[in-house]
């Protein structure tokens, strides 16, 4: 056989690596694989990462008639939520209430939460007998039910959003008539150690208070019935808003 040169080895090798290249050329024609794909532009990657604000939920107004819908109340150690519908009037940020429109002379239901830092032993003799009760939850519990002339249900406990707490009714005990009482005033509890903020103003007065541990500070709240015909409708709609509140810290808006 005879050997081939050099040259010709060369020319033999390129006949051979030819049909290859063309194959993979016309590959690659046809398929878009093997075109590097295109990196994503700056703002693409920015609009893929933007993640959309939180909800946010208004302050309750201090005063006045509100607009139906759920707001954030920042009275205690934590802020919590309340949902209310229309109707409704804020009272200096601590409360809210509506009237019964079958009574419009009288008041009609209330849902209040402001500080209570004395209770007297006893609600009708308050005056200069207002005792403090320390920031815990028990304390004003077992002050309250403790209280004469008042009568208390046995608290039963429950859970307001991820806080314990309890839960007991109070009203007047008996047939006590006002106007014996302290300057005419039934006093249940108060902020002050001289003056009583919160009494009954008639003998049917009702009231359930939920009271709840937030890790060793009290919260407290409480929904009243003011007599005793007031509409149904109107106290299942107060005890809806009362069961309405939740702490639960979220993006307050200016």
């Not at 050997?3 to 051979?16: D, G, I, N, V």
């Amino acid at each position: 056989m005879t050997s081939m040169t050099p040259l010709e080895k060369a020319a033999q090798r390129s006949r051979h690596l030819l049909p290859s290249v063309a194959i993979a050329l016309l590959a690659c024609f046809g398929l878009s694989a093997c075109t590097a794909p295109e990196a994503p532009s700056p703002e693409a990657t920015t609009e893929a990462r933007t993640v959309p604000p939180l909800p946010t939920i208004p302050p309750l107004p201090d005063n006045g008639d509100i607009a139906p819908g759920t707001y954030l109340v920042t009275s205690f150690k934590e802020d919590f939520e309340i949902t209310v519908p229309d109707g409704w009037v804020s009272e200096e940020g601590d409360g809210l209430l509506k009237d019964d429109p079958d009574h419009p002379d009288d008041l009609g239901v209330f849902v209040g939460w402001w500080p209570a830092l004395y209770v007297p032993r006893d609600a009708c003799a308050w005056e200069g007998a207002l005792v403090e009760v320390n920031s815990s939850a028990k304390a004003f519990v077992d002050a309250m039910t403790a209280q004469t002339s008042t009568a208390s249900t046995p608290p039963v406990e429950v859970m307001v959003g991820n806080y314990s707490g309890v839960e007991f009714d109070h009203s007047v005990e008996g047939d006590v008539d006002f106007k014996g009482c302290d300057r005419d005033k039934f006093c249940i509890h108060s902020e002050f150690s001289n003056e009583c903020s919160r009494w009954y103003s008639t003998q049917t007065e009702r009231e359930t208070y939920r009271v709840v541990n937030l890790n060793g500070q009290r919260a407290m709240f409480w929904v009243v019935q003011f007599h005793e015909s007031i509409n149904p409708e109107l106290i299942r709609e107060a005890r809806a808003v009362f069961d309405s509140i939740v702490f639960k810290v979220r993006q307050v808006t200016s």
